[in-house]
């Protein structure tokens, strides 16, 4: 008979019986693990990952009421509720047994043990725990997923010859698991190159998981990330998967690589390389499968000349490089984009039949839009809100300037007013957040925040 190919802890103080148990159970089971002592018992399942816990009742020498067993019952169930624990006892302790039950044990083993039912009863065990796991796994990752699946995108608008050569090196890609990296300043639509190559992968009916590096705490890197145990720090109050877990089958795009410190870009390169993480409290790793893309605004070369970007991880992350490029390279699909974004408003705010003169159309080609697809959006839908006619002309398209100023008066809402803020400072620090948020004087989260805010 071919073996289970789980593992089993079995605990007892008697050694004859652990031998005994050790001998039988090898004979179906890949791993069983003798444990005389109970007090190493939480010790071991954290150093290793088991199926079916087989623990006795009793361990003090002349003690039968079976409180010690019931007690270690508790911790291990404390410990991981999923995991099977069987008792074994004596004829005479059935009523405790039936206590232990209760308490969440799977099954009992009686002293003497028909070889053949404990076989069975191990087995049906540790398949209830892998189906347990199985099932909370499942509800992990749909809790983790609810607010990716379903998620629209926009899609990919324009016709201009940059454009067709990245949706060509995308297409050339997407079959492969190549590790990508996707660059191009804020606003250039990265995330939406990243999703058009999963949608053309052999991963599109999983989904894609996507993480701001930028806006993860470091004190909260690795529970985002890896995942964690409950329990395993303060406000761990349940089991949570990772998103390289979440991910698991399908797609994980890391956007703003770039602003990860340098003393978590070390944990993420052990990720990637060994093809598995280890959740917070937890020594047992859990295997990865995905397809890794990753984004950013800033010259990771220049980084790792000066040190703060690890030139091994660049290497794995950096298969293939696609830049995307600005807005004020792509010709006529400003248009194209400016006429999309127009219907878009127009239905949203009920102002139909909206439509751009000629006018507007060249006024927006000039414009060399520093904040690119973004702040075009946000123009337009500035437009269509404050629109008086059925035709907008250059005056109604409101644009800022790289060197230019404006004074609050011509600012209809705060909002409006941080936009244009934030769309000048990134153009004046290159698209680099932290210069950015230290020249607006907030924090690079913050400053994350605002821009996730109003991100289309």
């Given at each position: 008979?071919?073996?289970?190919?789980g593992?089993?802890l079995?605990?007892?103080?008697?050694?004859s019986?652990?031998?005994?148990l050790?001998?039988l159970?090898?004979s179906?089971?890949a791993?069983?693990t003798?444990?005389?002592?109970?007090?190493?018992?939480l010790s071991?399942?954290d150093?290793?990952?088991y199926d079916?816990?087989?623990l006795?009742m009793?361990f003090s020498?002349?003690?039968?009421s079976g409180?010690e067993g019931?007690y270690?019952?508790?911790?291990?169930k404390?410990k991981?509720?999923s995991l099977?624990?069987v008792m074994?006892?004596?004829?005479g302790?059935?009523a405790?047994a039936?206590?232990?039950?209760?308490a969440?044990?799977?099954?009992?083993?009686l002293?003497?043990?028909?070889?053949?039912?404990?076989?069975?009863t191990a087995?049906?065990?540790?398949?209830?725990?892998?189906s347990r796991?199985?099932v909370?796994?499942?509800k992990?990752?749909?809790a983790?997923?609810?607010?990716?699946?379903?998620?629209?995108?926009p899609?990919i608008i324009?016709?201009?010859?940059?454009?067709k050569?990245?949706?060509?090196l995308?297409?050339?890609?997407?079959p492969?698991?190549?590790?990508?990296?996707?660059t191009g300043?804020n606003?250039?639509?990265?995330?939406?190159?990243?999703?058009?190559?999963h949608?053309?992968?052999?991963?599109?009916?999983?989904?894609?998981v996507?993480?701001d590096?930028?806006?993860?705490s470091?004190?909260?890197f690795e529970?985002?990330?890896?995942g964690?145990?409950k329990?395993s720090?303060?406000?761990a109050r349940?089991n949570?998967q990772?998103k390289?877990?979440?991910?698991?089958?399908?797609?994980?795009?890391?956007?703003?690589?770039?602003n990860?410190?340098?003393h978590?870009q070390?944990?993420?390169?052990?990720?990637?390389?060994?093809?598995q993480?280890?959740?917070?409290g937890?020594?047992?790793?859990v295997e990865?499968?995905?397809?890794?893309?990753?984004?950013?605004?800033?010259?990771?070369?220049?980084?790792?000349a000066?040190?703060l970007?690890?030139?091994?991880l660049l290497?794995?992350i950096?298969?293939?490089?696609i830049e995307v490029?600005p807005l004020?390279?792509?010709?006529?699909?400003?248009?194209?984009?400016?006429?999309?974004?127009?219907?878009?408003f127009?239905?949203?705010?009920?102002k139909?039949?909206?439509?751009?003169?000629?006018?507007a159309?060249?006024?927006?080609?000039?414009?060399?839009?520093?904040?690119?697809?973004?702040?075009l959006?946000?123009t337009?839908?500035?437009?269509?809100?404050l629109?008086?006619?059925a035709?907008?002309?250059?005056?109604d398209?409101?644009?800022g300037?790289?060197?230019?100023?404006?004074t609050?008066a011509e600012?209809?809402?705060?909002?409006?007013?941080?936009a244009?803020?934030i769309?000048?400072?990134?153009?004046r620090?290159s698209?680099?957040?932290?210069?950015?948020?230290?020249?607006?004087?907030?924090?690079r989260?913050?400053?994350y925040n605002?821009?996730?805010?109003?991100?289309?």
């Open positions: 008979m071919k073996k289970h190919k593992s089993i079995v605990v007892d103080d008697s050694r019986i652990l031998s005994t050790e001998i159970l090898s179906e089971f791993v069983v003798p444990l005389s002592n109970p007090n190493l018992i071991e399942l150093r290793s990952r079916l816990v087989i006795d009793n020498a002349g003690v039968n409180n019931l270690w019952l508790e911790r291990i404390e991981d509720p099977s624990v074994i006892t004596a004829y302790d059935i405790v039936v206590s232990a039950l209760k969440g044990a799977s099954d009992f083993i002293k003497p043990w028909d070889n053949d039912k404990l076989l069975a087995r049906m065990a540790a398949e209830l725990t892998e796991r199985t909370r796994q499942l992990e990752r749909e983790l997923l609810r607010s990716v699946i379903g998620r629209e995108m899609r324009g016709n201009s010859q940059k454009l050569e990245v949706l060509a995308a297409a050339k890609v997407a492969t698991d190549a590790n990508v990296l996707i300043g606003g250039t639509g990265k995330e939406l190159i990243a999703r058009h190559i949608g053309l992968s052999g991963r599109s009916d999983e989904v894609i996507t993480v590096m930028g806006a993860i470091e004190t909260l529970s985002e990330l890896f964690h145990l329990g720090f303060t406000d349940e949570r990772g390289f877990e979440a991910a698991r089958g399908g797609t994980l795009f890391l956007d703003e690589i770039g990860l410190p340098v978590l070390s944990k993420l390169l052990s990720a990637i390389e060994n093809r993480v280890t959740k917070i937890s020594n047992i790793p990865t499968n995905i397809r890794l893309i990753c984004a950013t605004n800033r010259n990771l070369n220049e980084m790792v000066s040190g970007f690890r030139e091994d290497y794995r950096n298969t293939i490089h490029p004020c390279e792509r010709g006529d699909d400003i248009i194209m984009l400016a006429e999309t974004f127009l219907r878009d127009a239905s949203r705010y009920g139909q039949d909206l439509k751009l003169n000629l006018q159309h060249e006024k927006l080609l000039r414009y060399n839009w520093p904040g690119n697809i973004r702040e959006r946000h337009i839908e500035k437009a269509v809100i629109s008086e006619s035709v907008l002309g250059a005056d398209i409101v644009v300037t790289r060197g230019g100023g404006k609050t600012f209809r809402t705060i909002g409006e007013m941080e244009y803020m769309t000048g400072a990134l153009a620090n698209g680099n957040l932290t210069a950015a948020a230290a020249e607006l004087g907030i924090t989260q913050t400053l605002k821009m996730k805010r109003d991100k289309p």
